[in-house]
């Protein structure tokens, strides 16, 4: 999977001094143009922006102000090109109520200093009013966060006297990598505010960490909560037709392989006929479920009793499951709504994000097999990922057809979400590896994971697993690829929540 564009609105303005217009000629200009660069780079990242140009009084930043609160924006973007006042910078943020990001981002690398005079150096001083911005967004309670580093120009600025080509320069590379980020951070905070996000059943029995508070959620992620019955899901399964039934199974068969009977575990086995067919019609029932309710993520489980019909629909879940998360619609088993909203990050991010747990620690070759029974996103699989049989579900009523894949082997990061004493989520990442190697053959998902700076690195299997438990987490996480904790950083800053990396 590769990483969508941004996906967001921008509210992006300029800020310079009006009285330094009359006094230096072609200043305001050639300002102007390092604005429209910005504004140019931020559309080919994929963000819609709104550009309202220099603003360089109280009134222009007033009325810039006013137009990102029409257009909606998602984020606003403060570019600074040389000196101004914080209180012509104020307005332009102050009552649209989004976060802001100031951009210091200086033409050139290097100031010719025996030949600059004044006007030349108010064209590279980005760095002298990001502090007193900075005092006054703090004082008045505006949330932002500042990018440093080179502007990044591929030609040379007519008049300019310093070299202004630093389109190579690692401090131009690493500023748009982190504006890149913010951009990615935003669209998840948009995704998750318009999230509906369906909650199937109930949680599973017992497990403390997985308890969640709806309002909670609404509250601090933005996300809509529908709460769903079995009943729901069984009057759809009852009205699937033979056509869609086929065309499932022609789906499924063309993402997943069948297997034989596992080697090593007796209650896996080669698919039964009928509970494919029965794990693909419940996955037709599925699909209408989440389009009738316009879900983008599912949270389920549920026990039934004596074999009844809503105990055999909670055991034919899995397949559909895995369809509907490979589809951009994660979901997430055993009732774990926080591990759904990882796993909604984590495939906005374009990472895929797949239900996942601690199975086990190797101390011989240092690595935790990770993984679990239920749905898998079959989009970041390595390999093609297998349809298996299972006699019964361990600690789970029923039986019927489960998943068995290993994560693509390569960078991966893992996300979690859980919630502190005093009521508020935060959200617990790290950055490691998918290793290549053998894997268990009892239908669940599992991967090799080391959580080190390099795949070869040494890895403290036993220090990690006591930093990860001291954070108190949710005993469930999204497995995705790539390294991600960058943007899940600032996507937590913008939400105003914490994110520990470990």
Known sequence: MSPPKSGCKVGLFSIGLAAYWPQFAGLRERLAGYGDFVGERLTQM???VVNVGMVDDQPAAAAAGERFIRENVDLVICYVTTYSTSSQVLPAVQRVKRPVLILNMQPTAQLNYLKTGTGEWLANCQACCVPEIACAFERCGIAFHTVTGLLGLETQTPGAIANEVTADHPAAKAAWEEIGQWLDATRVQKTLAASRIGFLGHTYHGMLDMYSDFTQH?????VHIEILEMDDLEARVNAVTEAQLKAKQEEAFALFDVSEDSPSDPIAKKPKPEELDWACRVAVGLDRLAEDFDLQGLAYYHRGVDGNIHERLAAGLILGCSLLTARGIPCSGEGDLKNCMAMKVMDTLGAGGSYTELYAMDFAENFILMG?????HARIAQG???LRGLGLYHGKRGYGVS????????????????QTRDGQLKWLC??????PGEILHIGNTNSRLRFTAQPD???????????WAAQGPTHHVALGIGHQSGKIIKMARLLGLDCVEM
Do not use: C, K, Y
């Open 218 to 222: 609404t509250g601090q992620l933005g």
């Open 403 to 418: 998943v068995e894949a290993q994560v693509r082997n390569g960078p991966v990061t893992i996300l979690g979400l859980t």
């Open 457 to 467: 690195d040494a890895f403290d299997v036993a220090g990690w697993m006591n930093r």
């Open 372 to 376: 679990h029974d239920g749905p898998f």
């Open 430 to 435: 790290a950055e490691g590896w998918s290793l």
């Open 46 to 48: 994929g963000a819609e």
């Open 384 to 386: 093609r990922p297998v």
